[in-house]
């Protein structure tokens, strides 16, 4: 994302200069990124990660209700990721796939036709302006709840803040385990 | 009990799926009608605004050396020389005492990003080639850039054609550095590296030899697809 600045703005490009470097690192850097993801998933390591990723795959209708009403709707027993983090996973996971696709148009021109390549810059800029916005949004609300920021570093939270935010998943996960605590997957 | 089971209540499946395959097809969808969608938009909003949406129209800066060159227009000199009868060294002043060209046309990358209706004012390149009087052993053009890295290429048949010209002046105003000012190239009916920015001299060759982008893969035979290429070939004709 760093990297796209200087290629996109000139004002950034005059103070930064080697845009070819940058270019190639910006293009090497996105083919690269959703590598360690895949191997992750895809290893007898990977359990916990595809369980994850179920997760953020099923919804029951209360988390589309949720959704559905920008999360005015109250959700009764939230999962280990509320509908918004699944959201923002879904379109993690959406974006990597688009940008990794009209990148590599742009990238390797001579094999899709000039409509295409068009398009593809088009669908570049556009889903670059929207990650930017997220990943601010992000970064903000990660800021601003730091029990569960913290819960990404550490991997485990509270029982009374998953009693709090993620009702559902300590039930079922108190149901699987006794009456041990629940840990996150991280 | 398998742990991670989601609760039985209600689950409707593969929810997450549907988002995900849904931004994909949207995605597939932007790269086929993008273009379509984009010209709409510059259309309507105008492609001054255009440039500011992402998106939008609008001209990304390429640089191959460390930083953008600055030429002082004061200094300027286009250098023509190899296989012509007077080996010139002309000043933007000489430049512009020339017969001078108006052109509005897009301005296409190779990548796909376009802008529309470039305002361009120049010379064109048959009359700087006529007037350094080209030998009958010469086939081809080979041009430098201040950047002291980027070259290019054209064969002679090509720097005839009327819309490609040596230009002075883009949007009705100086060129400005980043766009390669004081002096570039402008081959309509090529894909935009083609149009060397910097242009620092002409070189009167008798075979066109890959340019710096050419070298990198792109092709020198640099036509737009479609109709662009063929209006400019019926010209050619």
Redesign the interface.
Known sequence: MATALPLYFVQVERFVGRRALIADIHTWTGVVLPVPLLVLMAGPWGKRLRRDIRRCNLWTAAEIRWLRSLGREPLAEPDKFNPGQKLNSLFTAGTIAVMLATGSIMKWNRFFPLSWRTGATFDHDVLATAVFVVVMGHITVALTHRDALRSIFKGWVSESWAQRHAGGWLKEESASKGSDPPSTNQ | ???????P?????????R??I???A???A?????????SVVGNTIGSGAGGLL???DRF?????????PSIPSSNYRLKVTGLVERPLDLSLEDLKAMPKTTLVKDF?C?????VPKVHWEGVRLSDVLAAAGVKSSAAALAFDSYDGMDTESLTLDQAQLPDVIVAYRMFDAPITD?HGGPVRLYVAPMYGYKSIKWLSAIHVVERAEPGYWEQN???VDAW???SHKNAERSIDQ
């Open positions: 009990m398998a742990s991670g089971q989601p609760r209540e209600n689950v409707l499946k593969h929810f997450g799926r988002i995900f849904g931004m994909v949207a995605g597939a932007g790269i086929v009608f993008g273009a379509r969608v984009q992402p998106g939008g990304r800066i390429y640089t191959i050396t460390g930083h953008l296409q190779v990548t796909g990003w376009r980043e893969g792109y092709p737009i697809d479609g």
